[in-house]
């Protein structure tokens, strides 16, 4: 376990050394009952004094993520990895890897990525029969059938310089004036944010996100050893208005304007043109993630900030997984000027260019009214899916949880009064079946914990309908528990 501390940040050593130990044990590279260095050796290996690494052990064990045995040592507490239940164990005969230093600070995503529930609502997908499943395989053969030798040519680094047009052709709906020569595909937008959390993001910089945002976002910004600062999150988006209170210069903003994840919020046009602006006159980069903007049930979002970029500060990300195909795994990550270029050398080191078969057969697709004809078809659909679930809330949600009808997107937010933990409730909802996205996932600090986020787009209706039903019984039941036990009020 390799400790990175950044002594010229606002954030005390002893808290650094926390929340790097207590992100390892609540993504679980460090396992329950795993032995931690003892204090005298913390220190020396954080070069910190015994004191600085003692606090951060004492906060450890308030919050019940360690326990400290006289005489015995420091492990990591038992309780906390009931949470993730389901993940293997390690043998014993490979517990000499525990000697080899790595530098994961977390790893949220392997978590609740590649869940085994019956009823998954922890994934924010589309289920498979709402896709264009069959049209895509009708042009991957045609692609083949036409051009077998594609299977064995590397094609442009950049991506097919046809795609990339045809992509500028479709992002100008949304008023962003792009060349291909601005445009990269990429593997998803996952490899985007990777790709410029490796060209610009280094030890001690300064990321701001939302609170909460995307997990697997925090993950790789950790990753870089950037200090991440959360700036909440209401019914208008982030609260830009917040940004004025950070002392420090931030070098990256990554935010999901559009249906954000995980609370499904939108930035109003008013706040996205005083976040455009503060980066601007703090010189920092916006990264705008736009995976989901398309998926809108009644009116259109506001316009993406890049197409008020006029000094190349936004990086934008579009994704086509979730909307069209999860398995072709296409990403755009548009730029301009000099950061174009460092992302395309970063995406050189990566992979050296991603598959071309995936990129001809959407290329078809884009090009022809399938998509606007598949995309008008989807909203209809999932408009329908959040009616229903909204409805089931109503209906067998007990008192004192509330939630946001979303206006689009695919997911949902539940609130829990405070002091509740969600997390718990995840444990008993794996030995049903069912899964979630609890929020402690989706903080870069301390987490709020009375929050989840389920997805009604990712299982088939009738599933849907008794993942909604068997999660209010659940909450019902751990509310009325907890309050019991513990005299907390459910309202």
């Known amino acids: 376990m390799k400790i990175v501390l950044n002594r010229k940040s606002d954030i005390s050593l002893s808290q ?22 003892s204090i ?4 020396k290996k954080c070069n910190v004094s015994m004191m600085t690494a003692n606090k951060a052990y004492e906060t450890l064990e308030k919050e019940g993520l ?9 492990f990591v507490q ?16 490979f517990n000499w890897q525990l000697t080899i230093s790595d530098y994961l600070p977390r790893a949220q995503s392997i978590r609740f990525n590649n869940r085994h529930e019956r009823i998954q609502l922890s994934q924010s997908t589309v289920y498979p029969g709402l896709l264009p499943n069959r049209h895509l395989e009708q042009e ?9 030798q594609i299977l064995s040519t590397y094609g442009d680094i950049k991506g097919d310089f046809q795609f990339r047009k045809e992509l500028t052709n479709y992002l100008k709906q949304f008023k962003l004036k792009l060349a ?32 909460p945002t995307y997990a697997v976002a925090i993950d790789v910004f950790r990753g870089r050893g950037a200090t991440i600062i959360p700036i909440p999150v209401d019914e208008e988006g982030m609260k830009v208005e917040l940004l004025s209170k950070i002392d420090k210069k931030p070098k990256l903003i990554y935010t999901i304007p559009s249906f954000q994840n995980p609370t499904g919020a939108v930035l109003s046009n008013k706040r996205r043109f005083k976040l455009l602006t503060y980066a601007q006159m703090h010189g920092a980069i916006i990264v705008e993630d736009d995976s989901l903007s398309e998926l ?31 398995g072709c795994r296409i990403g755009v990550v548009a ?62 949600a007990p008192d004192g949880v509330h939630w946001n009808t979303c206006q689009g997107g695919l997911n949902i937010w539940l609130t829990l009064p405070p002091f509740y933990h969600t997390d718990e409730i995840f444990i008993e909802a794996n030995k049903l079946g069912l899964s979630f996205l609890p929020s402690s996932a989706c903080y870069p600090g301390e987490p709020e914990t009375n929050h989840m986020r389920i997805c009604f787009s990712s299982v088939e209706d009738q599933l849907l309908e008794e993942g909604i039903i068997l999660l209010c019984q659940l909450l019902s039941q751990y509310l009325a528990t907890t309050a019991n036990q513990s005299n907390i009020p459910t309202v």
Do not use: C, W
């Open 16 to 37: 650094q050394i926390h929340d790097h130990i207590a992100d390892r044990i609540r993504s679980n590279l460090l396992k329950e009952n795993s032995p931690l260095p």
């Open 40 to 43: 005298r050796n913390l220190a």
């Open 66 to 74: 360690i326990t400290r045995i006289q005489g015995k040592g420091t």
């Open 78 to 93: 038992k309780k906390t990895n009931r949470v993730l239940s389901g993940l293997e164990e390690q043998s014993p005969s």
């Open 140 to 148: 991957i053969k045609k692609v083949l059938s036409d051009d077998p």
């Open 180 to 211: 291909p020569s601005e445009v990269l595909i990429t593997n998803g937008v996952q490899q985007g944010i990777d790709l410029v959390a490796r060209s610009f993001i280094g030890p001690g910089d300064i990321v701001i996100t939302e609170g």
């Open 296 to 326: 809108y049930f009644d009116s259109k979002p506001p316009l993406p900030l890049k197409s008020m970029d006029e000094e190349g500060h936004v990086i934008y990300l579009k994704g086509f997984s979730k909307t069209l195909s999860p």
């Open 335 to 396: 730029a301009s000027g000099t950061i174009y270029n460092r992302l395309l050398s970063a995406k050189t080191m990566a992979d050296l260019g991603s598959p071309l078969v995936t990129q001809k057969a959407i290329l078809s697709f884009i090009k022809s009214n399938k998509m606007k004809s598949h995309l008008q078809k989807l909203r209809i659909t999932l408009k329908n899916r959040r009616d229903h679930v909204v409805s089931l809330l109503n209906q067998y």
